[in-house]
């Protein structure tokens, strides 16, 4: 009998470790959703509560950022620009307004050096606002340093694509890169894993939500880092060159979800 107590006793604990270690890695990812328009928080406020004080580049009112609903996905958050005005604080030359991961925010949303993070989160790319000159939805920078102007990685739109592109400091190399037909109008699912290092594992996948299908990945190692860097970190949104007769920009987000 004393055995079988034993037995039963190990085998508690075995349960309970099991839990304990699925509750600590759930509590490893950090997931963002909208609570719905016109209820709850704002956008802004949700923001705020993940990713610090100051989480947006650009306008923060509610015609800029603000919640609604997307059939078959429920609450989103969606961003949005004008065809003029909307400027990057003095660079009259450019527009933004973009979802920030930054120095005050807390770690579990960026990466420091050495760190393995991974970003998942769905988007609809609302009307096609893509051009020659940069226009980003997603972007990997790092943060102080003498190399932090330019982004680590990009998702962004040109006349014809949506491109996934690296740079190790200098122009942006395309690693992968599929139809904007594809996309636009439609919810895709991204996921992007990196270790933030000078020779960092990188992988990103894009799949259609509705078919499961994949439109482009990438795996590979890739300069993941900048010299005398705090952090690399994520910037979700709208951000491009202002040119003669652009479009207005809208483009919904949903169910950021960050693991470290």
């Not at 003095?90 to 393995?116: F, I, M, W």
């Not at 994520?234 to 809208?250: E, F, S, V």
């Amino acid at each position: 009998m004393m055995k079988k107590s034993i037995k039963r006793m190990m085998a508690g604990v075995a349960l309970l470790s099991t839990l304990a270690f699925s509750a600590t890695a759930l509590a490893a990812t950090v997931t963002v959703n909208s609570d719905g328009p016109n209820t709850g928080q704002t956008a802004l406020q949700i923001f705020q509560q993940y990713f610090g004080p100051n989480p947006v580049d650009g306008p923060t009112d509610s015609t800029h950022i603000f919640e609604t609903t997307s059939s078959g996905i429920g609450n989103v958050f969606q961003f949005h620009l004008n065809n003029s005005g909307d400027y990057d604080g003095s660079n009259t030359d450019r527009q933004r307004v973009e979802l920030k991961g930054y120095n005050p925010s807390p770690s579990n949303v960026v990466a420091k050096q050495g760190e393995t993070i991974t970003y998942n989160w769905r988007f609809k790319v609302m009307n096609d606002f893509g051009q020659s000159s940069f226009c980003h939805i997603f972007q990997i920078k790092a943060q102080n340093g003498t190399e932090d102007a330019d982004p680590i990685l990009t998702f962004s739109l040109d006349a014809n694509n949506l491109t996934f592109r690296h740079s190790p400091v200098g122009p942006l190399t395309t690693l992968a890169q599929t139809s904007k037909s594809n996309i636009i109008g439609k919810w895709v699912e991204a996921t992007v894993k990196f270790t933030a290092s000078d020779t960092g594992s990188l992988s990103m996948t894009l799949k259609d939500v509705s078919s499961g299908n994949t439109l482009m990945s990438y795996s590979g190692t890739k300069d993941m880092w900048r010299s005398d860097a705090d952090i690399v970190r994520p910037k979700w949104g709208l951000y491009r060159k202002i040119t003669t007769g652009m479009p207005t920009a809208d483009i919904q987000f949903a169910n950021f979800q960050i693991t470290k």
